[in-house]
């Protein structure tokens, strides 16, 4: 990895409500030891987003000519959307693939993180954001030690409480996913990756039914019954009403659970990575494997990542 204590912060997606909460940023994670740059447009605003599409396409793009080891995306949103078809991939891919250059992210950067797998094979990798996370009035000691852990190359596996793993549990795959709503947006554009492998998503603001309908649209689209796995991470934020008459997240999880079961595609639950507090830093687009242990789900990493 290039300059593996170098961080570059990077606005591609919603304008930062707080400029305070970057700072704040900024010096938690040079007491993790990172030299911490701020790209020149991370605290741009037009209209929801951190400047115009051009202005965050250029940041992206100076990002991976940057010597920077890691590159960070200051919060979620919505903007990367708007960006796929104009991003060039083959300098992205440069940068990540051959200069080692580590993308980290969630939420809205899903979408950036499955079209550079789909595009060009890139792993990226999937954990906390500089405002959301490090800018937070206290930063779980979990989600800052994984992510530390992870950019570095010493973590090579996570695990998490799953009491709903089945016996004997061993599935191999690569490891994609993230946002689900995210993730629903990219099918039937060339920013899906096709990999049949351990899938994970999570998503903030979306009730129980809208989850059920996007992997209701996953099923339709023959994605999700491929899989070798799927693990949920949190689904959080939403308000449950009086017509849902009990309909709530774990009927949604179970009809899930019910559809995949003819293919034998185990559905987990409980890892810690959503739009939470505590979540782990994951390698998108790396081979992994998923084990059962007693109670606990491991997933191990490729020793490469």
């Not at 940068?95 to 979408?111: L, N, P």
């Amino acid at each position: 990895m290039t300059s593996a204590t170098t961080l570059r912060l990077v606005s591609p997606s919603g304008a930062l409500p707080d400029p305070q909460r970057l700072t704040r940023a900024v010096a938690r994670l040079r007491e993790l030891g990172f030299a911490v740059s701020v790209d020149g447009h991370a605290l741009r605003r037009v209209q929801r987003f951190a400047g115009h599409d051009g202005q965050r396409l250029q940041a992206l793009h100076r990002s991976a000519r940057g010597r920077a080891g890691v590159v960070m995306a200051t919060r979620g949103g919505y903007g990367l959307s708007r960006l796929l078809h104009r991003i060039d991939y083959a300098l992205l891919g440069e940068a990540i693939v051959h200069r080692g250059q580590r993308w980290v992210g969630h939420s809205d950067f899903t979408a950036l993180q499955l079209a550079l797998l789909a595009r060009c094979g890139a792993v990226t990798w999937s954990g906390p954001m500089a405002d959301t996370d490090f800018g937070a009035d206290t930063v779980d000691s979990i989600t800052a030690d994984s992510f530390v852990d992870a950019v570095h190359g010493r973590q090579e596996a996570v695990g998490f409480v799953c009491d709903d793993a089945p016996r004997g549990l061993d599935a191999h795959g690569v490891l994609w996913g993230g946002n689900l709503a995210m993730l629903c947006s990219v099918v039937g554009t060339p920013y899906l990756p096709a990999v049949d492998g351990v899938l994970f998503v999570e998503d903030v603001g979306v009730h129980p039914y809208a989850i059920e309908r996007m992997f209701t649209q996953l099923l339709h689209a023959g994605i999700v019954q491929r899989q070798r796995a799927v693990v949920l991470g949190s689904f959080t934020g939403y308000r449950l009403g009086e017509h849902d008459s009990g309909y709530d997240l774990a009927a949604a999880r179970d009809w899930v659970r019910a559809q995949l079961r003819p293919h034998r595609v185990p559905v987990l639950s409980g890892l810690p990575f959503g739009h939470q507090r505590t979540k782990l830093t994951l390698p998108h687009g790396a081979p992994c494997r998923v084990v059962r242990d007693g109670g606990e789900v491991f997933v191990i990493f490729d020793e490469t990542h």
